[in-house]
T-cell receptor, first 114, second 109 residues
Framework: EAQVTQNPRYLITVTGKKLTVTCSQN?????MSWYRQDPGLGLRQIYY???????DKGDVPEGYKVSRKEKRNFPLILESPSPNQTSLYFC?????????????FGDGTRLSIL | QKEVEQNSGPLSVPEGAIASLNCTYS??????FFWYRQYSGKSPELIMS????GDKEDGRFTAQLNKASQYVSLLIRDSQPSDSATYLC?????????FGKGTRLHILP
């Protein structure tokens, strides 16, 4: 089954404790991205990757890091999480054509930073 | 002007009627547009994509793109209670993707 898998689905943690949210897709998609969704602010793109070893900032990259060492994986790293990063996070992927193609979303990760 | 703008709603439509959702965009976005449906607590799922001026139909859904007026709309015919959700309009700006804040649609039984 074609899918984008995120882990964990839920996480409650404390300020300053480094965490990683994993994202994996099995569709051989080139484009992958991370979004956060907040009430009243909608979905905002954090980082995206056009292909292996190619990453770039979205509209809200502050406080986040990503890497793309393999085509299927695109982890999101919060090195020193803060309460303002409490949000619902989505990973998504799309084939060649990137931002001009529909995004396939994972099920989401709800992060709470205390 | 925000790059992709939607009325937040809620938009209430009687069951069986046509629901009309609108989205306007700025000059900064490119010409690929998407409509996603998102149920509460779930991930967005693609309803329609549209790239050319005019209408595109898929079942009960019709997407309309008007580049001169810079708007894209989604019509849902024969609205069903299961259509109650938030509808997100999205466009690409170079290699990035910009979402509107979404319109909540409520279908009244």
């Amino acid at each position: 089954e074609a899918q984008v898998t995120q882990n964990p689905r839920y996480l409650i943690t404390v300020t300053g404790k480094k965490l990683t949210v994993t994202c994996s897709q099995n569709m051989n998609h080139e484009y992958m991205s991370w979004y956060r969704q907040d009430p009243g602010l909608g979905l905002r793109q954090i980082y995206y990757s056009m292909n292996v070893e190619v990453t770039d900032k979205g509209d809200v990259p502050e406080g986040y890091k990503v890497s793309r060492k393999e085509k299927r994986n695109f982890p999101l790293i919060l090195e020193s999480p803060s309460p303002n990063q409490t949000s619902l996070y989505f990973c998504a992927s799309s084939p060649t054509g990137g931002s001009r193609q529909p995004q396939h979303f994972g099920d989401g990760t709800r992060l709470s930073i205390l | 002007q925000k790059e992709v703008e939607q009325n937040s709603g809620p938009l209430s439509v009687p069951e069986g009627a046509i629901a009309s959702l609108n989205c306007t965009y700025s000059d900064r976005v490119s010409q690929s547009f998407f409509w996603y449906r998102q149920y509460s607590g779930k991930s967005p799922e693609l309803i329609m994509s549209i790239y050319s001026n005019g209408d595109k139909e898929d079942g009960r859904f019709t997407a309309q793109l008007n580049k001169a007026s810079q708007y894209v709309s989604l019509l849902i015919r024969d609205s069903q209670p299961s259509d109650s959700a938030t509808y997100l309009c999205a466009a690409n700006r170079d290699d990035k993707i910009i979402f509107g804040k979404g319109t909540r649609l409520h279908i009244l039984p």
